[in-house]
């Protein structure tokens, strides 16, 4: 499905991100997987891409950093020769009550998760323009479409990243250049095994297919927008949720 | 200056579509060359590659004519 297809999946040493590289290098991509913290995270998600048969290497950088950017988009095109596929997914959370949220933790969130999704794109978009030919997949959430109480950063950023989908995907279209995000619901990663069991049943509740859902998942939709199947589709939003807001 | 002007008349005809005759020191992108913005932005792309030099956003903007365009890279050489 992504075969010989040139991978950058950011924030993909854990999570989401990594369930995204595996089930892309599964599907014949090559893959970038980029860290800014968990070296060793990354390390292993390499080694099993490569141990299954698949090309891949791990790649530092701060996304909220413009010349880390660079320099990562730069070191990849040079590595596989083109870059067909930007998956953001880097994301980080700094939770608490608007009245409590210090502002250092909003622009903390706001920096890696919305300004983190402007610089990539910004850097990747010159090699797809020449290429005629790419596929951004921006990770937002549900609650950048809902709301959630306590996340205030966390949902002004992926609302954000819903509006910046929207832009690029009109500003590139008539380069080949197609600009999709997908909005998880309730995945069941890190962040949510935290979770007291309590407010996991009063969350199943909201879910018509009354499952969590899991990081396999999303990386299926995340194939599918990067595929040829979706060339007819950009500028989308696609709730993979469980049915929770609609 | 003439090989200059060959060159990046080369990239805009290549680019843009147009006839090498439209091509003049003169001719405004936009204007007359039919360019969009998205299309500017492009020439300056490969502009850089052709010349190998790199042109800051603030420049690029300034940057309306073929003739623009040949000054510049003449003052960067």
Known sequence: MLNEKSVLVTGASRGIGRAIALYFARNGAKVAVNYSGSEAKANEVVNEIKENGGTAFAIKADISSSEDVTNMVKTVVEEFGSLDVLVNNAGITRDNLLMRMKEEDWDAVINTNLKGVFLTTKAVTRQMMKQRKGRIINIASIVGVSGNAGQANYVAAKAGVIGLTKTAAKELSSRGITVNAIAPGFIETDMTGKLEEGIKSEMLRSIPLARFGQPDDIASAAAFLASDASSYITGQTLHVDGGMVM | ?77
């Open chain 2, 1 to 77: 200056m003439a090989d200059v002007l060959d060159r990046v008349s080369k990239i805009v005809v290549d680019r843009l579509g147009v006839d090498a005759s439209e091509v003049k020191p003169e001719a405004s992108f936009k204007e007359d060359l039919g360019a969009d913005s998205l299309d500017v932005v492009e020439l300056v792309m490969e502009l850089e590659d052709e010349f190998e030099l790199e042109i800051s956003d603030e420049d690029a903007e300034k940057i309306a004519t073929v003739g623009d365009v040949v000054n510049y890279i003449n003052s960067k050489q």
